[in-house]
């Protein structure tokens, strides 16, 4: 796979996984806070944007690593595959 294209699909899903965690976290935080204030208001919506910013960072470190090791495998299955002869496969 061209490496303009493996660019492409870890920014998609970097942008599905950082969008979908940051919401998860946002409505824990505010299902689960009790908001009598302004003040409060403006806490619990920073807290969720700083939390949800790590977590969302996380997110795509791991994703990132995941598809690595999917292409890496890919890779090798390619090369084994390449590598190949039709005199090497076994018949039954």
Known sequence: ?????????????????????????????????????????VKVWTGSLVIGSMVADQAQKHVNYQLDRGLVWLENRKDENRGADVSDVPVN
């Not at 505010?30 to 302004?38: K, P, S």
Request: hydrophobic share 60%; aromatic share 2%; charged share 15%.
């Open 1 to 41: 796979m061209a490496s303009n294209q493996i660019a492409l699909v870890k920014l998609a899903v970097n942008v599905v996984a950082s969008a979908s965690v940051w919401k998860v976290v946002n409505d824990v935080i505010r299902n689960n806070v009790a908001i009598e204030t302004t003040a409060d208001a």
